[in-house]
């Protein structure tokens, strides 16, 4: 069958109606393209009637990947309502500030995570399990439903997904019928995606990238869906080849995990044909290209929609891709636009300090908005442009790096640095199989640089490695070296930097130390009193990141 050019979610699950094609794989199971719009004609009838008069159209999804989540998206976009991805990480009144701030009236939910709910005042909040007889009774009055997409419009709401909540509460983006739809359209024509191709969706659905970056173009195409509850590294080849995948999407350390299972002669036996994602870093994406046979596209597009770089074909190894009109990187302080990046013979960056800045937007963008978070909006739209709060530089070509968060700028001695660049120049160690490099507090003013290594250490290698780099700024070496078994991550498998901060270095790990003066890291110990300023000489000289090649 053709892929479909909806204007709306709403026309695309239509579509499916009368495909009885296999559509939609989970554990063992099958369902056709026709049942599962079937099923989310049957829910969108029962939302209809369960949603209060005047309220607003929401209903939280507090659930894993198992096929009542896409039959739920798929059912409120045919009601005209809207979905909010509740993440079950989240806990006690967090998750109920996350529920009630989106104006739920109906969550659904299965019985694995009702624990989580036990003891949280949800008033006007009703729950269905989908895993009881309670839900199947409610069901069974609308079977003879048919998907009809008359009352939605491209304007309605239909996603209200979470983003970091590093810097306070996660905000809830909006994202519409007509944007998921253009998102899902834009994808097929960039990758081909065709009507015989099978999405593995293993990363979490209440995260856009499940949602925009793999259910929506798999949607569009008429694509088959296969679902992992959880990630799993461990299962992941055997899923894919069980079902036939051919696309996936990965987002923060995924692709790491997956390269830490053990090796296999047949890893390149796999049906795999594209992996597209974020945060996979170019020597991971070289490594899972030469083991597994398939190639991993690195894409950038910010959470809210007001951004996105294409990659294209002759992008450089660690760019993201070129400049479209109106992206601008920013001195967020002059408000103009920064240098063009220099780099040495060995392609590692030398004017980091000025080249790096914001990424803007300037032109006219789909942002449409945090729910009922005005002040959040406003410092995204601040001078009428969108204000991407991400770091880039751009090279002489237009190409851009990304260069980390504006969360993640460290100030030390009045020098702003990057924690990315610290990262991507101390992931050479040796002994690291993880680095996050993050800000801790100077006791006198500004900040001092703590990272974070998963591995091995040792102090007289580490501090010898240091010595070594060529493009290690000034201030750039760490002042706290933390050491862990294995890196914190988020849900979605990215680094969990905010608790990183949080503790700092009054943590239950080993922390080593330079103090002030000294070259080499000793143990710290917590009753030495206070933390000494960065001041004195540094066993290193210039700055820079990895090495540039095309």
């Given at each position: 069958?053709?892929?479909?050019t909806?204007r709306?979610?709403?026309e695309l699950?239509a579509?499916?109606?009368g495909?009885h094609?296999p559509?939609l794989?989970?554990?063992?199971?099958?369902?056709?393209q026709?049942?599962?719009?079937?099923?989310?004609a049957?829910?969108?009838?029962?939302?209809?009637?369960?949603l209060?008069?005047g309220?607003?159209?929401h209903?939280?999804?507090?659930?894993?990947n198992?096929?009542?989540?896409p039959?739920?998206l798929s059912?409120?976009a045919?009601?005209?309502?809207?979905?909010?991805?509740?993440n079950p990480?989240?806990?006690?009144?967090?998750l109920?500030?996350?529920?009630l701030?989106?104006e739920?009236?109906v969550?659904?939910?299965e019985?694995?995570?009702?624990?989580?709910?036990s003891g949280l005042?949800?008033?006007g909040?009703?729950?269905?399990l989908?895993?009881s007889a309670?839900?199947?009774?409610l069901?069974?009055?609308?079977a003879d439903?048919?998907?009809?997409?008359?009352?939605?419009?491209?304007?309605?709401?239909?996603?209200l997904?979470?983003?970091?909540g590093?810097?306070?509460?996660?905000?809830?983006?909006i994202?519409?019928q007509?944007?998921l739809?253009?998102?899902?359209?834009s994808?097929?024509e960039q990758?081909?995606?065709?009507?015989?191709?099978?999405?593995?969706?293993?990363?979490?659905m209440?995260h856009g990238?499940?949602?925009?970056?793999?259910w929506?173009?798999?949607?569009t195409a008429?694509?088959g869906?296969?679902?992992r509850?959880?990630?799993s590294?461990?299962g992941?080849?055997a899923?894919?080849?069980?079902?036939?995948?051919t696309y996936f999407?990965?987002?923060?350390?995924?692709?790491?995990y997956?390269l830490?299972?053990?090796?296999?002669?047949d890893?390149r036996?796999?049906?795999?044909?594209l992996g597209?994602?974020?945060?996979a870093?170019?020597?991971d994406?070289a490594a899972f290209?030469r083991?597994?046979?398939v190639?991993?596209?690195?894409?950038?597009?910010s959470?809210?929609?007001?951004a996105?770089i294409?990659?294209?074909?002759g992008?450089?190894?660690g760019?993201v891709g070129?400049a479209?009109?109106?992206l601008?990187v920013?001195?967020?302080?002059t408000r103009?636009e920064?240098?063009t990046?220099?780099f040495?013979?060995a392609?590692r960056?030398?004017n980091?300090?000025?080249?790096i800045?914001e990424?803007?937007?300037?032109?006219?963008?789909?942002f449409?908005?945090?729910?009922?978070n005005?002040e959040a909006e406003?410092?995204?739209r601040?001078d009428g442009?969108?204000?991407?709060g991400?770091?880039?530089y751009?090279?002489?070509?237009?190409?851009l790096?990304f260069?980390?968060?504006?969360?993640d700028?460290?100030?030390?001695?009045?020098?702003?640095?990057?924690a990315a660049?610290?990262e991507?120049i101390?992931a050479?160690?040796?002994?690291?199989?993880?680095?996050?490099?993050?800000?801790?507090p100077?006791?006198?003013?500004?900040d001092?640089v703590?990272?974070?290594?998963?591995?091995t250490?040792?102090?007289?290698?580490?501090?010898?490695?240091?010595?070594?780099?060529p493009?290690?700024?000034?201030?750039?070496?760490?002042r706290?070296?933390?050491?862990?078994?294995?890196?914190?991550?988020?849900?979605?498998?990215?680094?969990?930097r905010?608790?990183l901060?949080?503790e700092g270095?009054?943590?239950t790990?080993p922390?080593?130390w330079?103090?002030?003066?000294?070259r080499t890291?000793q143990r710290l110990k917590?009753?030495?009193g206070p933390?000494?300023?960065?001041?004195g000489?540094?066993p290193v000289?210039?700055q820079?990141?990895e090495?540039?090649?095309?």
């Amino acid at each position: 069958m053709e892929s479909t050019t909806g204007r709306t979610v709403a026309e695309l699950v239509a579509a499916r109606w009368g495909d009885h094609r296999p559509g939609l794989w989970f554990e063992g199971g099958a369902l056709t393209q026709h049942e599962v719009a079937a099923g989310a004609a049957v829910r969108a009838a029962l939302l209809t009637d369960l949603l209060p008069s005047g309220a607003e159209p929401h209903l939280g999804v507090l659930l894993d990947n198992t096929p009542e989540y896409p039959m739920w998206l798929s059912a409120a976009a045919l009601a005209g309502a809207a979905v909010a991805g509740i993440n079950p990480t989240r806990r006690g009144p967090e998750l109920a500030r996350d529920i009630l701030h989106t104006e739920c009236r109906v969550l659904i939910t299965e019985r694995t995570h009702l624990p989580l709910l036990s003891g949280l005042d949800l008033p006007g909040v009703r729950v269905l399990l989908t895993d009881s007889a309670e839900y199947d009774a409610l069901l069974a009055p609308y079977a003879d439903a048919r998907p009809d997409p008359a009352r939605a419009t491209p304007h309605d709401r239909l996603l209200l997904y979470f983003t970091s909540g590093s810097t306070g509460a996660p905000k809830a983006a909006i994202c519409t019928q007509g944007r998921l739809a253009a998102a899902g359209r834009s994808l097929v024509e960039q990758f081909g995606v065709r009507s015989d191709d099978v999405h593995y969706v293993c990363m979490p659905m209440f995260h856009g990238n499940a949602v925009i970056a793999d259910w929506a173009p798999a949607l569009t195409a008429g694509a088959g869906v296969a679902l992992r509850r959880r990630f799993s590294a461990s299962g992941f080849l055997a899923d894919v080849r069980a079902y036939g995948a051919t696309y996936f999407t990965y987002v923060g350390r995924a692709v790491q995990y997956l390269l830490a299972t053990e090796e296999r002669e047949d890893d390149r036996d796999n049906p795999l044909r594209l992996g597209f994602g974020t945060e996979a870093g170019a020597v991971d994406a070289a490594a899972f290209e030469r083991r597994f046979g398939v190639r991993l596209v690195e894409g950038y597009g910010s959470s809210e929609g007001g951004a996105a770089i294409p990659w294209v074909p002759g992008t450089p190894r660690g760019a993201v891709g070129r400049a479209g009109p109106g992206l601008v990187v920013l001195d967020a302080q002059t408000r103009q636009e920064c240098p063009t990046a220099v780099f040495d013979p060995a392609g590692r960056l030398l004017n980091g300090d000025e080249a790096i800045g914001e990424l803007v937007n300037r032109a006219p963008n789909p942002f449409e908005g945090y729910w009922r978070n005005p002040e959040a909006e406003a410092e995204r739209r601040r001078d009428g442009w969108y204000w991407t709060g991400d770091l880039f530089y751009r090279d002489r070509d237009g190409y851009l790096y990304f260069a980390g968060r504006t969360d993640d700028r460290i100030r030390v001695d009045s020098e702003n640095l990057a924690a990315a660049m610290i990262e991507n120049i101390l992931a050479r160690y040796e002994g690291a199989d993880a680095v996050a490099v993050y800000a801790v507090p100077d006791p006198v003013t500004g900040d001092q640089v703590m990272a974070t290594i998963a591995g091995t250490f040792d102090p007289v290698a580490f501090t010898a490695f240091l010595t070594a780099q060529p493009d290690l700024g000034t201030k750039m070496a760490p002042r706290f070296v933390r050491v862990v078994k294995r890196m914190p991550v988020t849900a979605t498998n990215k680094i969990h930097r905010a608790h990183l901060r949080k503790e700092g270095v009054r943590c239950t790990d080993p922390v080593w130390w330079r103090p002030p003066g000294q070259r080499t890291y000793q143990r710290l110990k917590h009753a030495e009193g206070p933390l000494a300023p960065t001041r004195g000489p540094s066993p290193v000289r210039r700055q820079g990141l990895e090495p540039r090649t095309r």
